[in-house]
């Protein structure tokens, strides 16, 4: 027994041994799927054949299931998925069975419920949204998400993602929502929305989406400005808007470094030249490095976005007002770009801006007590500056690069973050250093609640 067991020890260092310095040769002679009750045999085995089809040693079968793992969980429809080599046939020496072992997801239903605020519109919304996995077996998640705002912002939307269609391997996404939002604090009118997204290509850098959007401006008010009363009545666009995105940070919520790139780029106008045309064109660069003391990092980023109409005539008509650019304000920790807020002045129409630009410096560091620290609890400085200008309806022409930059508007301050799993919790003490003369920013203490994600 001793000398057996001593012989089989030898065997299995000398294997080891092998294994570590030279290839062994292994071929994958099939693939055993168990545990599938719901989920079709062909979406497991179309996820996982291309890493094991070349693989031809065993340490290219054994990278080739650590890939095969990794893309079945990222299917989000499995509890757990293990992948074991058993022994091929008898008869076919140097080849391997490959048996993978899935949990499918016990409740298929899932769904969650919070109040966010933001701070730059000075508004709550009651957000909630509800899934359902792997309903017809495909890997697909179905998705129901509905928001109210107490600042009379309402949105419905039900959507299905799906991994791949058949023999492609490019996810598939579709999505119809409502949208109906009151401006008539900040600006005259209100918009409704109906739009059907489709996902056209989704990779880890590239995403090709299409658009189509009937939208509704009316003037409850009756005191818009000449600018939106253009644009008043029903219109529709058909878009495609193509996304480049890279994230090197280590995080996504406080990172300490590395550098995150995006590039959207959006054509409008497919199909009737009655269909609203517009170029659009965005970039957001970020970057984060250590400094070496109480986990200290500063992140440091710039934004810029342009907006232009094309065809006939094109620098003389105007940009749609609901695509435009528009300053977020105070909030931290960058002067974001989206709908009109708090920043503007009430009483007049808000027209947002064909050119924008922002940047932020941000300092986040460890508070303290060990308590805060063990809670991810920590403090941050940040200053964040940016501005709007117009450039359609001729409005180049007396277009400024000298003025744009010395109008700039700028906000510091300092707070503390509270990450928790149900919501993120900021509070900041703001003070705006600058601002434009119909701007209404507050300096004060802001608490805003925010996705964890």
């Known amino acids: 027994m001793d000398g057996g067991s001593s012989s089989d020890r030898e ?27 719901r989920t079709r045999e062909s979406l497991i085995e179309a996820e996982v054949i291309n890493a094991f089809r070349s693989a031809s040693t065993m340490q290219e079968v054994i990278q080739a299931a650590s890939i095969a793992n990794a893309k079945l969980r990222r299917l989000d429809i499995f509890d757990s998925v293990s992948i074991t080599l058993d022994a091929g046939p008898p008869e076919l020496p140097n080849t391997t069975n490959v048996v993978i072992e899935v949990v499918e997801a016990r409740n298929p239903l899932t769904g969650d419920v919070g109040i966010f605020t933001k701070p730059e519109a000075r508004s709550w919304s009651l957000e909630g949204s509800l899934k359902w996995k792997n309903a017809l077996g495909y890997g697909d998640i179905w998705d129901a998400t509905g928001a109210y705002g107490w600042d ?7 959507g299905v993602r799906m991994p791949r269609l058949k023999t492609f391997s490019i996810p598939l996404t579709a999505r119809i929502s409502l949208l109906s939002q009151d401006w008539l604090k900040f600006s005259s009118y209100t918009e409704r929305m109906l739009g059907l997204y489709v996902g056209l290509i989704s990779t ?32 529709l666009l058909s878009s495609l808007k193509y996304t480049f995105k890279i994230d090197r940070r280590d995080s ?67 940009t749609p007002v609901s695509e435009r650019f528009y300053m977020g304000g105070q909030s931290s920790p960058v002067c974001s770009l989206g709908g009109p807020t708090s920043f503007s002045s009430p009483g007049r129409d808000v027209l947002g801006g064909d050119l924008a630009a922002t940047a932020f410096a941000d300092l986040s560091f460890d508070l303290p007590l060990k308590l805060f620290r063990e809670a991810g609890i ?14 359609s309806e001729n409005e180049i022409d007396s277009f400024s690069p000298r003025r744009f930059l010395q109008s700039f508007r700028s906000t510091a301050g300092v707070g503390i973050i509270i990450p928790t799993k149900l919501f993120r ?19 004060g203490v802001q608490f805003s609640f925010s996705s964890p994600l």
Not at 11 to 37: A, W, Y
Request: proline letters at 4%; one cysteine or more; aromatic letters at 10%.
């Open 11 to 37: 065997k299995m260092t000398g294997f080891l041994r092998r294994l570590s310095f030279q290839p062994v040769s292994l071929r994958v002679h099939d693939i055993v799927i168990k545990g599938n009750s």
């Open 152 to 158: 009379q912002t309402t949105e419905l939307g039900i």
């Open 425 to 443: 919790v900021e509070i900041n003490y703001c003070r705006v250093l600058k601002q434009s003369e119909h701007d209404h920013g507050k300096t």
């Open 204 to 235: 880890k850098y590239h995403d090709l989406a299409y658009h189509l959007t009937w939208r509704t401006l009316t003037d409850p008010s009756r005191m818009s400005s000449p600018s939106i009363r253009r644009q008043l009545g029903h219109s």
């Open 252 to 318: 996504h919520l406080r990172p300490m470094r590395g550098y995150a790139f995006v590039s959207t780029s959006q054509l409008g106008g497919f199909g009737d030249s009655r269909f609203l045309r517009f170029v659009r064109q965005e970039f957001d660069l970020r970057g984060a490095v250590p400094l070496g003391f109480y986990n200290t990092a500063l992140n440091l980023g710039v934004s810029a976005g342009i907006i232009l109409p094309w065809g006939k005539g094109f620098m003389s008509t105007g």
């Open 378 to 391: 920590h403090g941050h400085a940040f200053l964040c500056a940016g501005n709007l200008a117009k450039l």
